[in-house]
């Protein structure tokens, strides 16, 4: 800096620089240490503000681009190699969408503020927002995307696994939902701003009820892939409650009182149900749920 003979004479000059940030967002910056895993202002290919809108024009965008991609990546007398390999690159990228979701919920944004400049260092996301987040993955992340599970496309690349692939990233998000971390930064903060912070409770409520919504249809009918939900969300549930790994946070009270609603929901469910599939599905995760409630010593 001009005029400055030492180190410290530079730091004024350097602090009023750095602390432009304070009102102007555009300057902020993070991501080089360990406070940036809940931070959903840092992420990956997100250059927006809010990351459910940027994610709703990516889902837009991978349906769009579905449509041209066999044409794009086949030419005559050649393989499907290339098909394959753009087709699981469609789906990884709808995951990572997906996942910026997920870092509101729970998510704790940091501002690198010095003393004197700006308020708190770490804030919460509003409550309303991390709800509109699970809403959110509830309608898309829990749902099959049937604009992506086309049969012109399939057909060419594999002879099965269309509900594995659909699973697969189904579980993943539901791992991230009821992980450990963020269960432990909702009961903090829920502590820290008692009444205004979005809860454990509110979180399962809403995830088991999205998981399991066909059980208020008058006569339920599960599709194959809600089934493997289903069936994922009890696993989950499972390890979260019993064995080694079961968590010591309120998530277990928490979690066994929503499997007990779970299970007179379903006793309800049952005899309103005319699929056979549908019926035998609800009685044997009827059965899970006790097996999980009362595990055998």
């Keep these: 800096m001009p005029g400055a003979t030492t180190p410290d004479d530079e730091k004024s000059t350097l602090d009023t620089v750095a602390a432009r940030q304070v009102t102007d967002p555009m300057l902020r910056f993070g991501g080089e240490n ?125 002879p099965d696994g269309v509900a594995d692939r659909v699973i697969a990233s189904q579980r993943a998000m539901l791992g991230t939902l009821l992980g450990e971390a963020r269960i432990k930064r909702l009961i903090d903060w829920e502590l820290l701003s008692p009444g205004k912070a979005y809860t454990v409770s509110q979180l399962v409520d809403e995830v088991q009820t999205g998981v399991w919504s066909e059980l208020g249809q008058p006569q339920p009918v ?28 309120d998530l277990r009270p928490i979690a066994i009182g929503s499997l007990r609603q779970l299970a007179r929901t379903i006793d309800k469910a049952l005899p309103r149900t005319r ?22 010593q």
Aim: aromatic fraction near 6%.
């Design 34 to 158: 360990a406070n940036a895993v809940p931070d959903p202002s840092v992420q990956m290919e997100d250059l927006g503000s809010d990351p459910i809108a940027a994610t709703t024009y990516g889902l837009k965008n991978l349906d769009r681009v579905m449509r041209m991609i066999v044409p794009a990546t086949t030419k005559f007398g050649e393989n499907y190699d290339m098909l394959t390999e753009m087709y699981d690159g469609a789906l990884g990228q709808r995951l990572t969408e997906l996942f910026h979701v997920a870092k509101l919920v729970g998510g704790v944004v940091e501002t690198d503020y010095h003393a004197g400049r700006g308020g708190a260092v770490f804030q919460p996301v509003p409550a309303a927002k991390q709800a509109e987040a699970v809403r959110f993955l509830v309608s898309n992340a829990f749902q099959a995307p049937k604009s992506l599970l086309l049969p012109e496309i399939l057909a060419r690349i594999e």
């Design 222 to 249: 599960i599709d194959i892939y809600r089934r493997n939900l289903q069936r994922a969300y009890l696993d989950m549930m499972k390890s979260r409650l019993v064995g080694d790994f079961a968590t010591e946070t």
């Design 275 to 296: 699929d056979q599939v549908t019926a035998l599905h609800l009685a044997d995760c009827r059965k899970q749920i006790e097996r999980i409630l009362e595990p055998k």
